[in-house]
């Protein structure tokens, strides 16, 4: 998509949010539009960043209404890019793999005619995301549903940097490894119950 018109407002806004290299940005509030950005103030509607608007066709465009009385728009932001993957890299599996896991049950709900998961929700990791250097032990069978959630938990963690909470499902613990932020110096996935749910498992503690 070509940049937007220098000083239209999609570009004010864009050059105001600095979104992230996957098009996420901050929550900007209305106060913030003042002196160069003055000319994105709006009362109600926020046409230049509605659902037709050019801002719109290249961002996911969020808005919050919580804070002040009535209907009025009190925040925005950018929730990605419109329409394209949010992580890096292909998403090709290698075909033995792929074959060898859709035989496999979900390791989650146990169902048959499962997706082939990359372990690593952030799919960051250049050896596995390349078909020459991936291995078995970097994927896992998921069903779809189980799949779908995952995938929604990551992209959660990879806005916030902190890790889904096992303890929200019902286990005692949260983490196996590390804690509830995601370490990019690492495999910061390693740990997570959505990472690998049976080595998750093995290292449950119940108490008696």
Known sequence: MKPFAVGSKP?????????????????ISKTEFVGEYADLMFQNGASWCRKESSIAKKY???????ITPGNSV?????????????????????????AYYQKQRCVVLGTSKPEVDHK???????????????????????????NDAKRQF??????TGKRYDAKKLGYPMSFYYGDENHNEAEN?????????????????????
Not at 121 to 135: L, R
Not at 154 to 159: G, I, L
Request: charged share 35%.
């Open 11 to 27: 570009y004010l806004f864009e050059k105001l949010a600095q979104p992230d290299e996957n098009g996420f940005s901050r929550w």
């Open 60 to 66: 996911i465009v969020k808005f919050d209404k919580s």
């Open 74 to 98: 009190d925040r925005i932001k950018l929730d990605g890019f419109k329409g394209k993957e949010e992580w890096i890299g292909s998403q090709t599996i290698r075909a033995d793999i792929k």
């Open 120 to 146: 690593n929700g952030w799919k960051n990791d250049a050896d596995v995301m390349n078909t020459a250097s991936q291995k078995f032990e970097d994927f896992q069978p998921l069903s779809k549903a189980a």
């Open 154 to 159: 990551c992209k959660e963690c990879r806005k």
């Open 188 to 208: 910061g996935c390693v740990g997570c119950f959505w990472y690998d749910p049976i080595e998750f498992r093995k290292h449950l503690k119940f108490e008696k």
